[in-house]
């Protein structure tokens, strides 16, 4: 059964491609401008992805602002709206986002754009879950972190004390959901695009997607 779209809204981190912003584990590798570029690439595919649906409403989560030629460039797509990350750390702005969701949407499913394996199936196989009982659903990482986080209800204890940007984020969250008695769901487990190591297994994909976007 697909889901109407006001029930659930997929909501899209991303941070802009400046150079030296951006992908700054890459820049060894890439240099600052070449990560900049695939931090737009990716940014691009994502939402290109997620467009094709109908099923959600789909919100852009912009650092350090709006204001970047690209996010203004996705604010003309009437399917899109546009904000402004907020917060201390990356926790934070993941719980001020998916509440502020939780307050307009019975579902909300936060990822971010450095998983180019995300696939549409997987958001819907987040919502189903949502729809079936389950308080949260992630997408683990091969890093041990997550690259998708769905929640059907405000769960803000997921996002503070986690050690983000180590290989303990996923176990940790398991563990706060464990103690408190809530259950959860876990997709495919999926590889990130963070470390030079990573851009070896995306390397034709990531080809295809500069190509496309011209970078």
Known sequence: ??????????????????????????????????????????????????????????????????????????ADNPRISLHRQSGQDLGERMQCALAYALRRFERAILVGTDCPGLQADDLHEAVSALENGYDAVFGPALDGGYYLVGLGRDLPFLFNGIAWGSERVMQQSRERLAAAGFRWHELQVRRDLDRPDDLAHFSTLLKNDLEVTGC
């Open 1 to 74: 059964m697909q889901t109407m779209p006001g029930t659930v809204v997929i909501q899209v981190f991303a941070k802009a491609p400046q150079a030296g912003y951006a992908k700054t584990r890459l820049v060894p590798v890439l240099g600052a401008q070449g990560a900049a570029e695939l931090q737009r690439a990716m940014i691009t595919r994502t939402l290109q992805m997620l467009s094709d649906s109908t099923s959600w409403a789909l919100q852009l989560w912009c650092a350090p602002d709006c204001s970047h030629s690209l996010f203004q460039y996705h």
